[in-house]
């Protein structure tokens, strides 16, 4: 008798013991999916203009360079992390002199309420790594979505398909 309710003490104990491993490697891997680097790390890695633009929410000239009309087929990848942000076919001519995508990736943009410039528009983040791409308004092609995000080129990076 005795040596039953041992084991079933020892085999609870063990079954606590993974649930509460399992937790916290959950959180540790939810933390981990955000990437976080010093002002430091940042600068090293860019280029200053793509530190302004990411890091400090500036923005490029408008211009037909860069990926503005840029229509290969391929991803748009963030210029600092290397998520997957926009894919080619969601990308139009919006002659507004940046890069423009009607859609973009499910779950990779953190969409914030921007009242700089004296108007309120809707800044577009990288979700993963917090870094600046530009903007979402709602003059996009009525036939999609409706949708302009409204991207820079120093945010994104083309990687084709
Ligand atoms: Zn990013």
Redesign the pocket.
């Known amino acids: 008798m005795n040596k039953i309710l041992i084991l079933i003490l020892a085999l609870s104990f063990i079954s606590c013991k993974t649930k509460a491993q399992n937790k916290t490697k959950k959180i540790k891997s939810k933390m981990s999916d955000k990437?976080e680097k010093t002002e430091e790390e940042w600068k090293a890695q860019l280029t200053e203009q793509e530190y302004y633009v990411l890091r400090k929410s500036g923005t490029d000239r408008p211009s037909d360079a860069g990926y503005t009309l840029h229509f290969e087929k391929g991803t748009y990848v963030?210029r600092?992390?290397n998520?997957q942000l926009f894919k080619s076919n969601s990308k139009y001519k919006s002659h507004c002199g940046w890069p423009s995508f009607d859609d973009a990736i499910e779950g990779t943009i953190i969409y914030k309420k921007d009242a700089s410039l004296g108007r309120v528009r809707t800044e577009i983040i990288?979700a993963?790594?917090d870094?600046h791409l530009g903007h979402v308004f709602d003059d996009g092609p009525v036939e999609t979505t409706g949708k302009r995000y409204c991207v820079n080129t120093s945010s994104i990076k083309f990687v084709e398909k």
Do not use: Q, R, S
């Open positions: 990437v963030c600092a992390c998520t990288c993963k790594c870094g």
